[in-house]
């Protein structure tokens, strides 16, 4: 289970809110199992804040996706081995239990149609958000190492048949 702290506001929650809803990126690294971002790790679900910043408004839409449409990038994502995409999905799919599930749209300003109410990871609205979450991610990772074994036996499939291929000597040579 994740442990929820201030994270999401820079570890200082009496001088910052988090008007926006966009939780910090140290959050993000405490769903799963893989996503920590640090060295030897597989992922880093923070990696989108700091690639594509919600602050930007051009990229606030990806923090505000709908759960089918992430849930498909990501499984494409994964069948395909792009682990740079996945970890961006896997952020958004994070930010859809405190985002777009509560109702909140990029185009409507996020969070401040409520004032200045932040992603309280305490608040009772919040916890059932972070598990699922949580979850969700390690489903999502359980998926991705599926698609792993599957690319994996498929690349193993391909060695073995050109090895074989290479050791059959042409016929009527003497």
Known sequence: MVSPDFSYCGNDPLNWA???GLT??????????????RPGDPFDY????RDYSPSIPAYTWMHFRNLPDILRDAMDAARKGDSKAFEYYMHEMQDYYFHYSKGYRWQK???LKDGTKPDWPFSP??????R????????MEDYWDKCMDE??????????NQMKCSSTEPSGTS
């Open 109 to 111: 300003f996020g969070h």
């Open 125 to 130: 609205e919040n916890i059932d958000g972070w």
């Open 132 to 139: 699922k979450a949580d979850e969700m991610t390690k489903l």
């Open 24 to 37: 910090y990126e140290e959050v993000h690294r405490r769903f799963g199992r893989y996503g920590r971002g």
């Open 18 to 20: 988090d008007p926006w």
């Open 46 to 49: 923070g990696r989108l804040d």
């Open 151 to 160: 690319r994996l036996k498929k690349k193993v499939k391909e060695l073995t």
